[in-house]
């Protein structure tokens, strides 16, 4: 057997091992559908780990996924090392859940021309920092019941704000120190997983893993003591005392 069979096969046995250590035990509540483990390990590492944060972040996603243009009182950030997969499972797995109504702007969130935010539900920001110059409107575009569309060319006007804000960062410290940071739920990935595990996500989506997590969304998690204005699951190290 050659050099780099052999360690194609301890990869994968790596990969094997991470993703069984994260299965769902007896007494715990699943952190997604038998048929994702790959999916599923993934959310945990982004998650550093923390099965109590993974299962309100699956919360947060169901929730408007069952109550169409809910709008949710927090924001995900996620925030931590490069290769942890924070695209992959957003951007690939929850992502085409919205379809047509979701987006990832290429414009700034501060931009005079917005017209990109109508009937969006689902917004994934990438490379985010909280600047000073740009917090009064992020705090606005989580936390408002309406906003104001701006086409160029055309009248201003009112619309119903149903999006909901994925935030992913490669900074150490995204959020500037006087944001009143209620308004985030933060998640810190720390390592990467083996190149197994994500090729083993990419095979999960392509045999119909997107819809077996949709469903488990919709029919399967647990949500009945979670709602808008649920608090986030914040660590004292990463997020001070909210105001």
Known sequence: MSTITNIKSALSRIAAAIVAAYKT???QPALGPAATP???ALLLNLCDGDRDRALWVLRWLAYPLRNEGAKMATALLVSGVSG???SLFFEQVIKPLYGN???TPR???NSPFN???NSKLFV???EFRLSPSIAPRVKQLISNPTILINSKGRQETVERNSMNFVFMSGASDPLINDTNNRRFMV????KALPQAVYAGVAQEIASGGIEAFYHFLLQQLDTDDFCTRTAPLNKKSTMKEAA
């Open 25 to 27: 035990g007896a007494g």
């Open 38 to 40: 790959n999916i599923n």
């Open 84 to 86: 942890s997969g924070k």
């Open 101 to 103: 109504r979701a987006i």
């Open 107 to 109: 414009k700034p969130l």
């Open 115 to 117: 017209d990109w935010m």
């Open 124 to 126: 994934l920001v990438d």
């Open 187 to 190: 998640i810190e990935p720390r």
